[in-house]
């Protein structure tokens, strides 16, 4: 217990502002990406999925279990769940059927939502009223958006058209 006191101290003191400030560094890695500003790795314009993307849903199913995760364009896996979790699997009457995919993605929606993502790119091609389907449609259903924005690009001179800025409020 003392030590959580200490550490919930610190980190008050880490975030006081200090008088005169005139800005606040913001150290979170993914900022530039929820600001829609980040660079995003566009890949080859040959390549069929294309790489355009800062998360992106990846669905794996096997004979027994169900997995699914997010990943991110340079580090890798940021959030998974999977029906192999002892959590997850012992409520389940199998693995990988209807009720195992739609419960799947509502445990997955949580934790996507628990990291702060919200939105993310999806390439999966559903079948009609399938399992997969049933997967996206519950995330939706959840909160989460299965597209991601369009990256803010910098205005130039000659633009005919300029976007309005997510940070900025127009009231």
């Known amino acids: 217990m003392?030590?959580?006191?200490r550490v919930f101290h610190k980190i008050q003191e880490l975030n006081k502002c200090t008088e005169g400030a005139r800005f606040i560094v913001n150290r979170n890695p993914r900022n530039l990406e929820r600001l829609r500003v980040a660079y995003r790795n566009d890949g080859y314009h040959l390549e069929?999925?294309?790489?355009?993307?800062w998360h992106k849903l990846e669905l794996t199913s096997s004979n027994k279990y169900v997995t699914a995760k997010v990943n991110h364009f340079q580090n890798g896996t940021v959030v998974e769940s999977s029906t192999s979790e002892w959590a997850i699997k012992?409520?389940?009457?199998?693995?990988n059927d209807t009720s195992a995919y739609i419960n799947l993605a509502k445990i997955f929606a949580i934790r996507c939502m628990e990291a702060g993502l919200t939105e993310m790119r999806c390439d999966l091609q559903p079948k009609p009223e399938g399992k997969v389907d049933k997967f996206?449609?519950?995330?939706?259903?959840?909160g989460i958006r299965l597209q991601e924005a369009d990256r803010i690009k910098p205005i130039q001179p000659w633009d005919m058209e300029r976007f309005e800025k997510p940070w900025e409020v127009t009231e």
């Open 90 to 95: 012992q409520h389940l009457f199998k693995g």
């Open 2 to 5: 003392a030590s959580s006191k």
């Open 48 to 53: 069929k999925p294309g790489r355009n993307y």
């Open 136 to 142: 996206l449609k519950t995330l939706t259903e959840s």
